[in-house]
Every structure is written in structure tokens, then in C-alpha cells.
């Protein structure tokens, strides 16, 4: 008796790890931010679980934790007047162009119209994304409701098939215009251009609200930690218990309908341009329709190069420091730059803004 209580002395007088056994059996250590593993200031990948607890032990999250920039928080509040910045720039930007685009006479035309929904429709996608991300980074809670996160999602998702169609509405403006130029006014006619504009904000809201539904319908378990600045597709689905093929395959086959395919469609019209703008005789008029169509490859090169990339890779691939560098492309970058490119090579809308600024 007593080697034994010899033996089991030590194993005894051992405390039990109480993080883990919160880590095994509850939650709420993990909801709440303030919990020991936050206190730690530990990596993310020690703070995170490698196994999903069995299906008896599972708790619906109420909330998530949005990590966004947590690993570099020396730089806060570089990157909080970086975010402003931005932000403050594209809205502002993107709303004269709006803006010019409805007062200017000189351009109230097709391509213009489209020009002004696409400017409204980047000021929409901004908003969504970078204010919650400032006020993370000023009040450092970086908490989301469930609710409130899948709301994120499904605007960003409605948003992001709004830019393909509309992108590919844009495309087809420019090569009927260029190479169809005596049938353009009757087939670019205001009704034809108010239908395609509806069409591109309408089309997706149907598809990316069932895909939303489908992936919050998961049950969500262990760690609520999402290691992203907004509630995207790829690291909300490695937060799911049990198999989510399903969910994988539904996110590529919309990706294919919503994305590749207006992208083909994107390509297949320039590539009908290029090749009619080289018959042109005129090097003058090589290099105008060059300069008009140049703006919107590289738009289109930006916004579905990171976006398809994003959402077409295979699961094993996608790492949170890559998948956050391709979304600030498709979702901040693109809607930043678009202004400049469109302004600054445009000399129709550079006219308009000196006659708004002069009037």
C-alpha cells in the first residue's frame, strides 16, 4: 500500500491544466475575449484548437472573434490611420465621379452611366468591410454577433457579383461600341442600359443569400477565433464541425457561374476589340480606342485575378496571411484605385471635374 501511494504521489500532487479542460468541455473561456489564452499574448496557432470536440460536447456560437491584425499590434494605430485614409479617399473619389457622372452633360452616355454605378457600387463595397475594421482597430473589441457576421458576408457576396456582372456589362458596352459603332445607339439605348444595371445588381442577390443560409446553417464549434478583417467563405468554413464538402462545392460552383464565366466573357470581348482596333487605319484612333479600353483591364485584372484566386483554391492551399493580402486587393485596393485609373486616363472625365471645380 504504501509503494503504491509512493508511486501515485507525484502523478497526484499535479495540478490539472484548467485552460485545456475549458478548451475540452466549454466555450466560454473562448467567446469571451478576455479569456487566458488572450491574456497570454500567446501565436495564434498555439491559441487555436487542433481537434473539433465530439458531437455530445458541441455548443452553437453566438459570436465570433474577428483577429483582423491582432499578430502585429505595435502597429495599430499605423494601420488605423493607413485604413482612415483609404477609406476616406475612395468614398470621397468614387462619389465625384458618381456625382459628375449624373450633373456633367457631356456625360450622359452609356459607358458613363455604367461608370457612375460602378463608382456607387465601390463606395457600397468599402463600407461594408473597412468602418468595422477601424472601429476594431480604435476599441481593440473585436467581437461580431453571428448574426451581424453573416450579414457581412452576404453583402460582400452580393457586392462582389454585382462588380463581375457589371464589369462584364462594361465590356459589352466597349465592344459594341468599338466594334459594332453604327448599331451601338440602338442596342446601347437608355431602357436596354437601365435593364443591364438592374440586371447586374439583382442577378446575384438570389444565389449568394441561399450560399450564406447554406454555410450559417453549419454548426460552428471550438475555436470562435476568425483570422481575417471580415466574415469571408474560407476561414468561416474551417470553423464548421463536421464535413462541409458540401458547402466547398456549392462556394465553387458559384465562384465558376459568378466569377469565371464573366471573366471569359470579359476576355472574349477585348479579345474581338484588340483585334478590331488593329484594322483601324488611323494610328490616332488605335491609340484613343486603346486608351479607353486600357482603364477597364486593369480593373478587371485586379478585381478577378485576387478574387477567383481566393475562392478557387483548393482547401489545402488557403493560408489566413495569403488569403488576407488577396482580399484587400478585391475588397480596398481595387475600389481605391479605380478613380485614378479612370480619371486620370479619361479626358472626358478630367473636363467634367475642372467644370464642376470652376463652376
Known sequence: MERRKAWLGPILSQEVPRVQYRRRHSLSGLCNTESPLRKLNLPLSQTQHKEKPPEANLTELIEFVLLDFADVPHLRWLLFGLFSVIYIATVMSNGIIFLITKLDPALQTPMYYFLGNFSFLEICYVSVTLPRMLMNLWTQRRTISLVACATQMCCI???????CFLLTVMAYDRYMAICNPLHYPL????????????????????????????????????????????????????????????????????????????????????????????????????????STCSSHLIVMALFFGSAV????????????????????????????????IYSLRNKDVIMALRRLLYK
Not at 437608355?190 to 440586371?199: E, F, S
Not at 467563405?233 to 465562384?255: H, N, Q, R, W
Not at 493560408?319 to 478613380?339: C, Q, R
Request: glycine share 4%; hydrophobic share 50%.
Open 187 to 290: 442596342v446601347m439605348s437608355h431602357k436596354i442600359c437601365i435593364q443591364l444595371v438592374a440586371g447586374s445588381w439583382i442577378s446575384g442577390i438570389p444565389v449568394q443569400i441561399g450560399q450564406t443560409f447554406q454555410i450559417f446553417s453549419l454548426s460552428f464549434c471550438g475555436s470562435n477565433l476568425i483570422d481575417h478583417f471580415f466574415c469571408d467563405i474560407p476561414p468561416i468554413l474551417k470553423l464548421a464541425c463536421g464535413d462541409t464538402f458540401v458547402s466547398e462545392m456549392l462556394v465553387y460552383i458559384a465562384a465558376v457561374l459568378i466569377a469565371t464565366i464573366p471573366f471569359l466573357l470579359i476576355l472574349i470581348s477585348y479579345s474581338k476589340i484588340i483585334s478590331t482596333v488593329l484594322q483601324l487605319p488611323s494610328a490616332t484612333s488605335r491609340a484613343k480606342a486603346f
Open 157 to 163: 457576396l452580393v457586392l462582389g457579383a454585382t462588380e
Open 309 to 340: 484566386i481566393t475562392y478557387l483554391r483548393p482547401k489545402h492551399s488557403h493560408s489566413a496571411g495569403i488569403d488576407k493580402v488577396l482580399s484587400l486587393f478585391y475588397t480596398i485596393v481595387t475600389p481605391m484605385f479605380n478613380p485614378m
